[in-house]
């Protein structure tokens, strides 16, 4: 990759705005940097304003830097056009999510699964709005259909159950998004991640005994795991423990 993104480099003397926009993308995609890639992917869109590539890949980076409502808007010339590319509705539905629009997020996924290219981590997102509505039967409808949907890819079972409590995390619903990760980790209490998400949950639910319990076992699993160091120190200084 190193090599190709250094020919590159080579080609930005002679390059147009267009073109050096782009090759500056590629530097700040390899270094991970989702600031510097919303930046030129504007800069790249001031010369293609209605590539729905670019626009793609600019909610994305947006969706990575918390800006939910800058992603939903970037999207918005792709989803006017029913464009056939299914993980938008991934990126917009999870934005208006953590947005707290779920109104908006229903609408959008409820139309999107008209689509024969769907993406199937529409149904985890339609069963936490169900239950955030109280609609027990269409919660447990999309449910069945993301466990299918994830058996069928040959996915673990247990990541269908770690999405929905994601999402039912995401709006509020926390013993639900409880029992939706203790699923999760029925079916394989050896995925860090799994623990590592509880472990938030029993933070937000005030738990703080359960989630640096979790979060240990998630540390052994993995560790790596960002997220429980993170929140283990959350912990600690909650508890006023500055050794932690």
């Known amino acids: 990759v190193n090599r190709h993104y250094?020919?590159?480099?080579?080609?930005?003397?002679?390059?147009?705005?267009?073109?050096?926009?782009?090759?500056?993308?590629?530097?700040?995609?390899?270094?991970?940097?989702f600031a510097q890639q919303a930046r030129f992917l504007r800069v790249a869109l001031l010369s293609s304003r209605s590539n729905r590539i670019l626009l793609s890949n600019l909610a994305d980076?947006?969706?990575?830097?918390?800006?939910?409502?800058?992603?939903?808007?970037a999207l918005q010339p792709c989803l006017r056009t029913r464009w056939r590319y299914h993980y938008m509705y991934r990126t917009a539905g999870e934005?208006?999510?953590?947005?707290?629009?779920?109104e908006a997020a229903k609408k959008l996924l409820t139309d999107a699964l008209s689509n024969d290219w769907k993406d199937q981590r529409i149904y985890p997102m339609l069963a936490a709005i169900y239950k955030k509505e109280g609609d027990g039967p269409n919660a447990?409808?999309?449910?069945?259909?993301?466990?299918?949907?994830y058996r069928e890819k040959n996915r673990p079972i247990?990541?269908?159950?770690?999405?929905?409590?994601?999402?039912?995390?995401?709006?509020?619903?926390?013993?639900?998004?409880?029992?939706?990760i203790v699923r999760a980790v029925d079916e394989d209490a050896k995925v860090a991640s799994y623990h590592g998400q509880l472990a938030e949950i029993l933070f937000r639910q005030g738990d703080?005994?359960?989630?640096?319990?979790?979060?240990?076992?998630?540390?052994?699993?993995?560790?790596?795991?960002?997220?429980?160091?993170?929140?283990l120190g959350k912990i600690f200084e909650k508890k006023g423990d500055q050794t932690g």
């Open 61 to 73: 980076a947006e969706a990575m830097l918390g800006n939910y409502a800058d992603a939903v808007e």
């Open 208 to 231: 703080l005994i359960g989630s640096q319990a979790e979060s240990d076992v998630t540390l052994k699993l993995d560790s790596s795991h960002a997220k429980s160091h993170f929140l």
């Open 95 to 102: 934005s208006l999510l953590k947005m707290g629009d779920v």
């Open 158 to 180: 247990g990541v269908a159950y770690e999405l929905i409590a994601g999402y039912l995390t995401d709006i509020g619903m926390l013993d639900s998004a409880h029992a939706a």
């Open 140 to 149: 447990a409808r999309h449910e069945r259909s993301a466990l299918k949907a």
């Open 6 to 33: 250094e020919f590159l480099l080579r080609m930005k003397p002679t390059a147009n705005s267009f073109e050096s926009a782009m090759i500056d993308w590629v530097g700040a995609f390899l270094a991970n940097d």
